[in-house]
């Protein structure tokens, strides 16, 4: 009997550790920095706006060119640009750890980035020797078009995050030690087990979907968003059921508790019965 009061101890610790996690929004999940941004993050903001600035500039100053002047100004435009996004790139990567990231996630991430760096460095020196405005048009247009940092890199880093810590955090981590001591205590999770395994499935596909968008996020822009859309219709999936998983062991919890009353050891105050 006193055994059976200290696994529902622990049983109760461990869930009420882990419900409030299964609350959380899933942007929860996402931050990559500090609420409050640092000083570093602040110059980098800044740095990034600078650059901006001088990019919008260089294209009027393109646009107001005479037709002689124009290619020479659209490859300094292009050139602002690339280092504007550069710089995106850098800074946007920086906010991207092993404290906020789990590992097999960081690696694709960081992979991603640095495609899209080596992608500038040549779309750079492929501007820079155009000899023809058209040429040169070409080069600046991809610049953007094979680079979607906001669009989809930044994104699909994030979302992948996510998804791999609500495997390894939620799914696999609080939740399995929970399913656990569940069985310990004699009681069937057989129903739990199924959503979670449900849960996991969905979180899963949420990551492949952002990772092939992070393999390729210059890519397919109408594919891309098919991907994006698809991984976010997944972690909503992810989080009805844990929702459900969530009420399930509140129920389980409330369940036990109640058996505990009833079943409560006599203590020496009490009347011997004959």
Do not use: H
Not at 88 to 102: D, E, H, I, L, Y
Not at 228 to 255: P, Y
């Amino acid at each position: 009997m006193y055994r059976r009061f200290s696994i529902l101890l622990l049983l109760i610790i461990i869930v009420v550790g882990a419900l409030p996690l299964l609350g959380l929004p899933l942007s929860s999940f996402a931050q990559t920095s500090d609420a409050t941004p640092t000083k570093k993050t602040t110059d980098l903001r800044e740095s990034i706006k600078t650059k901006r600035d001088a990019a919008k500039t260089s294209l009027d100053d393109y646009k107001a060119a005479r037709e002689e002047q124009k290619l020479a100004k659209l490859i300094t435009y292009g050139d602002k640009a690339i280092d504007e996004r550069t710089a995106a790139v850098t800074g946007q990567k920086s906010r991207f750890s092993a404290k906020n990231c789990p590992a097999v996630a960081l690696v694709a991430v960081n992979d991603a980035f640095a495609t899209i760096n080596a992608a500038l460095i040549v779309q750079k020196t492929t501007l820079d020797s155009a000899t023809t405005l058209e040429g040169a048009k070409t080069a600046t247009r991809e610049v953007f078009q094979k680079n979607r940092v906001y669009m989809f890199l930044v994104p699909a880093a994030r979302g992948a995050c996510v998804a791999q810590k609500l495997i390894n955090i939620i799914i696999d981590g609080r939740l399995a030690e929970v399913v656990t001591k569940l069985k310990t205590a004699g009681i069937d999770t057989a129903t739990i087990e199924t959503k979670l395994a449900e849960a996991k499935a969905s979180a899963q596909s949420a990551y492949n979907s952002y990772l092939q968008v992070l393999k390729a996020p210059g890519g397919d822009d109408e594919g891309n968003k098919a991907k994006m859309a698809a991984a976010k219709t997944s972690l909503q999936t992810v989080r009805k059921t844990l929702g459900d998983v969530k009420s399930d062991i509140a129920n389980l919890l409330g369940t036990y508790r109640q058996q505990s009353k009833t079943s409560a050891p006599r203590t020496l105050d009490e009347p011997v019965t004959p």
